[in-house]
């Protein structure tokens, strides 16, 4: 698969929630750290996360785009 797209690294994982605790480890995510999260998240966010040791915060999402709230959050 990696040479037919011609990629210098391939990851696969056997599913979504090792695909994010993958992705925690290449953003170098440690125990203790704070990572913010839309509040409509499957669970898998949650379980990577806490299989780190982080901590999730969650953050409202803005209502027409289901996205992150641009708006600066408080605390």
Do not use: Y
Request: proline share 4%; net charge positive.
């Amino acid at each position: 698969m990696r040479s037919s797209k011609k990629l210098k690294l391939l990851l696969t994982t056997v599913n979504g929630t090792a695909a994010l605790h993958a992705a925690l480890h290449l953003a170098d995510i440690k125990a203790g750290d704070l990572v913010l999260t839309q509040a409509l998240t499957f669970v898998a966010t949650c379980n990577a996360l806490h299989h780190m040791g982080a901590q999730p915060v969650f953050i409202d999402i803005e209502p027409n785009a289901f996205a992150l709230w641009s708006k600066p959050t408080r605390n």
